[in-house]
């Protein structure tokens, strides 16, 4: 009978695949390996703790090349009386045995180098610069290394510039316990405690198994319907970053009986399979019928977002057999753990983190990972499922000694989101959405150094600004920037929630860009206002134009479908008001309350044929190989409140208005006039 167990609590969900790897004997290092002391050591998990061999150093060795003494000779000795002692190993005054006396009867030394035995007799060195050397007449010589004599003008101490026996290590003591992550210097102190080989948890190993008709190799030439298969490689780098050994398998098309082959094949060989499905409903369902048939389905669908159709269960492994040696064949469950990874990339990843590390670290006799966690405040509103533990991703920045979490795109398919995050937001099942302002727990994946040196950027999009973080990067700065449109980043600046806006907002009174918008959002803020380009707008269409669109008249017409800019966005407003100047109502055009948040989406929504035509800039056009119809010119400023604009963290920002390197990279854009860049708009 089918068991199908739709969106479960998460907890409820890790109890139950936990409570299976339990009975199956599975929830405990999977077994120790010898491996050579070695760099390839790095990283990996020790099986069981490390014991020191021999003492570091295993002698009272000389820290210092100079002169090893007995610190009582030296007593008395001062700049005004200095004390004279002779050089044992000097060949022509002192016999060959003379230096291994144990107990010499006159005040002596020994030249030793850095690393050097001490004499039995010694027990402190004085550092060579600290002496005089003589020769057999008491006089100054030349040769330090190989006096006759040295004359010291100041006592030493017992054991002064000597490292005694086991001052690093003892032999016998612990140097790591089991279940330390090794680290670079951790494989010296192995070393130095006298050890060639160490035990080590076995890697885990993990097949992953892409699933879909419509995947196709990285690489493929792409055609519609066509979905690249990169799932497989994020997951595997994820597992080997965990400590994991992946195996990523070919593609298998939506084919039951072949995928439930592929499963049984992967189950004998790893411990951990991976099937991810692809973005079709149908192969969602094969991957819990595959479960249901090779072994046992635990849950299909957990309350995360995103992430809801994770499937969990467990399937029938290689058998154990007595003849093989433990030795030489890792041992390999009976029982393996199956997890059905969702098709979508941002769902993928964080099933990865949120049910795979777990059971890795468990098996490595590890600490699960955990991430620094940070209180921040939103930058603007989320609304979630009540019923779902909610993962945001977020840019953080601190903003007037703020630390603030900018929610970014919440599509399940939008990997750039999680390359662009600085960590996640975790709103818990119950919770439905937060308020902008409200305090909320950062799991950051980025170090606070990083978010100290992160310019955080809230406003219009504009392709100058990727072109900036890329230039800023090589200054030691991150800009971090979320996309709400210009009167949102002016509204940001009102809150304190970034450091400047991207505004290019057209005054209909008066023809002026933002500045009577500034006087109206932020009016009690001085700012100041900074021209970064001008550029051009227009209609973005398909190549050859084929609707024959002209200008904003043609939105009106029949047939002709477009796609706007998000209500607030500078685009939108300029849209409108020349709307309102040619009496089109709105209403007359079909898709005007499609919205998209940036100009390359409007490209994105054209290019697909979604929309036969959308404002936007000619860059846009050009990146998603479009025809651009030129219609208006205008300024796009950089609006700064005055204590920001007076902050070291924006100084490379002004840097680099005035780099040439800069402003040629800008300049090759289609459609930007860089002659404004850095022109002072306002400053009040």
């Given at each position: ?121 010694a027990n402190a060195v004085i550092p060579i610069e600290n002496t005089e050397p003589l020769d057999e007449n008491g006089q100054i010589t030349s040769a330090i290394r190989k006096p006759a004599a040295i004359r010291i003008r100041a006592a030493v101490a017992p054991w002064s510039h000597v490292r005694p026996l086991g001052e690093d290590i003892v032999a016998t003591q612990l140097v790591l316990p089991a279940g330390h992550v090794l680290r670079p210097a951790d494989l010296g102190a192995i070393a130095a405690a006298g050890h060639q080989e160490i035990v080590v948890a076995r ?463 800008v300049s090759r854009l289609p459609g930007y006039d860089v002659s404004v860049m850095g022109a002072i708009i306002l400053e009040d």
């Open positions: 009978m089918s068991v199908y167990l739709h969106d479960i609590p998460l907890s409820q969900a890790q109890a139950r695949l936990k409570q299976a790897l339990q009975s199956a004997d599975l929830w405990l290092i999977l077994g120790p390996e010898t491996i050579p002391l070695d760099e390839n050591a790095l990283g990996r998990v020790t099986a069981e703790p490390i014991w020191a061999k021999v003492s570091s150093p295993h002698y009272h060795a000389s820290a210092m090349d100079g002169f090893a003494v007995r610190a009582e000779d030296t007593a008395g000795a001062q700049p005004s009386s200095p004390v004279q002692l002779l050089v044992t190993n000097y060949q022509s005054s002192v016999s060959s045995d003379q230096s291994s006396v144990s107990n010499p009867q006159s005040p002596i030394s020994q030249y030793v180098d850095t690393g050097d035995p001490l004499p039995e007799w890697k885990p190993k993990v097949a992953i198994l892409p699933t879909g008709t419509e995947l196709v190799p990285i690489g493929s030439k792409l055609k519609a319907g066509d979905i690249l298969e990169y799932n497989s490689l994020v997951i595997a780098a994820q597992v080997k970053a965990m400590g994991g050994e992946p195996t990523r398998f070919p593609i298998t098309k939506d084919d039951f009986d072949l995928i439930c082959q592929r499963v049984h094949e992967a189950a004998q060989t790893h411990d951990l399979v991976l099937l991810n499905a692809g973005s079709s409903a149908g192969a969602e369902d094969f991957s819990a019928k595959v479960v249901e048939k090779l072994g046992t389905l635990l849950v299909h669908g957990v309350a995360v977002r995103p992430g809801h159709p994770v499937i969990l269960g467990t399937v029938d492994g290689r058998p154990q057999t007595e003849s093989a040696p433990p030795s030489t064949v890792p041992r390999l469950p009976s029982t393996v753990p199956i997890i059905g990874v969702p098709g979508y990339p941002v769902s993928a990843a964080l099933t990865v983190d949120i049910f795979v590390e777990p059971i890795l670290a468990k098996w490595l006799g590890r600490r699960p990972l955990e991430l620094p966690t940070e209180e921040a405040i939103l930058t603007r509103k989320i609304v979630s499922p009540a019923g779902d533990d909610d993962f945001v991703r977020v840019a953080v920045g601190k903003v007037g000694g703020k630390l603030l979490a900018a929610p970014l795109s919440r599509g399940a398919g939008v990997i750039t989101s999680l390359v662009q995050a600085d960590g996640i937001a975790v709103i818990p099942s119950g919770v439905q959405g937060m308020e902008a302002g409200e305090k909320v727990q950062v799991r950051l994946y980025r170090s606070k150094a990083e978010i100290e040196k992160t310019i955080l950027s809230i406003g219009s999009h504009d392709l100058t600004l990727d072109l900036m973080a890329q230039f800023l990067a090589e200054h030691d700065r991150r800009l971090a920037s979320a996309n709400v449109g210009s009167q949102g980043g002016l509204i940001a600046l009102r809150r304190g929630e970034a450091h400047f806006a991207g505004s290019h907002l057209l005054d209909p009174q008066t023809g002026e860009y933002n500045i009577s918008y500034i006087r109206q959002y932020i009016p009690n803020i001085p700012v100041k206002v900074i021209a970064l380009v001008g550029r051009e707008q227009g209609l973005l269409v398909r190549r050859g134009n084929p609707k024959g669109i002209k200008s904003l008249g043609d939105l009106a017409r029949s047939g002709v479908r477009f796609v706007n800019r998000q209500r607030g966005a500078g685009t939108r407003v300029l849209l409108d008001y020349h709307l309102n100047l040619m009496t089109i109502p709105q209403s007359s055009i079909e898709g005007y309350q499609q919205e998209e948040y940036t100009h390359l989406g409007v490209a994105a929504a054209v290019a697909s044929g979604r929309a036969d035509c959308g404002l936007g800039i000619a860059a846009a056009a050009q990146a998603l190989d479009l025809d651009f119809v030129p219609l208006f010119q205008e300024r796009y400023d950089l609006v700064i409140p005055k204590p920001f604009a007076e902050d070291d963290l924006l100084a490379p920002l002004f840097g680099l208005l005035a780099d040439s390197a800069f402003r040629k990279a």
